[in-house]
């Protein structure tokens, strides 16, 4: 079964708003990754936080891990259009760090 | 330059059919991954190589068969299409494989079985 999944499956936002979308996993992790995907394209990776990391920048993107609660989170500040994507977190496993598992992602919409 | 390029983009053609995507990557990396997205966009992996050799092999049915001639290589190889199959097929690469390492995801085949 899926490891990671993210939370709300879609989001609609003004621009210049933020954006905030949570991912659960199951089992414990060495690794979490948050990647976007623009419609008909592949996925690009954003920001990779380690298990014995809480927090994450990079540019406008925010990242918390929370291994007690076994969920990250990942925001968007000052939204774009151009954020208008879908937002997926991938996670390995302790027992398999060969492997990335990925959820159903969330849809962000970013209203002009 | 495109780091991750497979071919071709989209791909329509009758049950039964067999067919091959391919997919090559110029970054140096070692290893190559193929993962399918439904229609509800969820990702899952079917293989992965490291230099050549097969590291990952999901669940996946015999009809499906990768092939790495090189390490910059990684072809996917579908017998006996089937209207389940219908998806987006994705390449990917890394550096090692491991999950520390963020990975490069060409653009996708578009598989439609009629």
């Known amino acids: 079964s899926q490891q990671g999944e993210e939370d709300p499956q879609a989001l609609s936002i003004q621009e210049g708003e933020n954006a905030t979308m949570n991912c659960s996993y199951k089992?414990?992790?060495?690794?979490l990754q948050w990647y976007r995907q623009n419609s008909g394209r592949g996925l690009v990776h954003l920001i990779l936080?380690?298990?014995?990391?809480r927090e994450k920048h990079s540019g406008r993107l925010r990242v918390t891990l929370d291994t007690s609660k076994k969920s990250s989170s990942l925001l968007i500040t000052a939204s774009r259009a151009a954020d208008t994507a879908s937002y997926f977190c991938?996670?390995?496993?302790?027992?398999?760090?060969?492997?990335?598992?990925f959820g159903a992602g969330t849809t962000v919409t970013v209203r002009a | 330059d495109t780091a991750v390029s497979q071919t071709p983009k989209y791909l329509v053609t009758q049950m039964g059919n067999d067919k091959s995507i391919k997919c090559e990557q110029n970054?140096?990396?070692?290893?190559m991954y193929w993962y399918k997205q439904d229609s509800k966009k969820f990702l899952k992996i079917m293989f992965s190589?490291?230099?050549?050799?097969?590291?990952i092999n999901e669940t996946v049915p015999n009809r499906f068969s990768p092939k790495s001639p090189d390490k910059a290589h990684l072809n996917l190889h579908i017998n006996s299409l089937e209207l389940g199959d219908s998806a987006v097929y994705f390449c990917?690469?890394?550096?090692?494989?491991?999950?520390?390492?963020?990975?490069?995801f060409g653009d996708g085949t578009r598989l439609s079985i009629l």
């Open positions: 089992t414990s992790i060495n690794n």
């Open positions: 936080i380690r298990s014995n990391e």
């Open positions: 990917a690469s890394s550096q090692t494989g491991n999950s520390n390492q963020p990975q490069h």
């Open positions: 190589y490291n230099n050549k050799e097969l590291i």
């Open positions: 991938a996670t390995d496993s302790r027992s398999n760090d060969y492997k990335l598992s």
């Open positions: 970054l140096g990396h070692d290893t």
